[in-house]
């Protein structure tokens, strides 16, 4: 089993930044891909960025250019810096690791923007 535990939620008021993290335990060695996920109020859940053990990442459109996806392997952690924060990226912010096909889920960390 992976057990992924999310920390660095908060509130932050418009234009400031957060860092999430993401640590894995557990059988993580067959992990081939982890990243970040969020729902906000009424809202599917959606992909925020996601970055695979050799290293390629993935955002979407709405957090190019401001949130950045990192991994420390010898750590099994992932992390998001978010910048320039908007008051739509509101949301509860899950870490999500494919494993051998599936998908496994934090808990959630709740981001809220606002001023």
């Known amino acids: 089993q992976v057990q992924l535990v999310e920390s660095g939620g908060g509130l932050v008021q418009p234009g400031g930044s957060l860092r999430l993290s993401c640590a894995a335990s557990?059988?993580?060695?067959?992990?081939?891909?982890m990243g970040w996920y969020r729902q906000g109020p009424g809202k599917q859940r959606e992909l925020v960025a996601t970055?695979?053990?050799?290293?390629?990442?993935n955002y979407a459109d709405s957090v190019k250019g401001r949130f950045t996806i990192s991994g420390d392997s010898a750590k099994n952690t992932v992390y998001l810096q978010m910048n320039k924060l908007k008051p739509e990226d509101t949301a509860v912010y899950y870490c999500?690791?494919?494993?051998?096909?599936?998908?496994?889920w934090g808990q959630g960390t709740q981001v809220t923007v606002s001023s």
């Open positions: 999500n690791a494919v494993k051998l096909g599936r998908d496994l």
């Open positions: 557990g059988s993580t060695s067959t992990i081939y891909r």
């Open positions: 970055i695979t053990i050799g290293g390629s990442t």
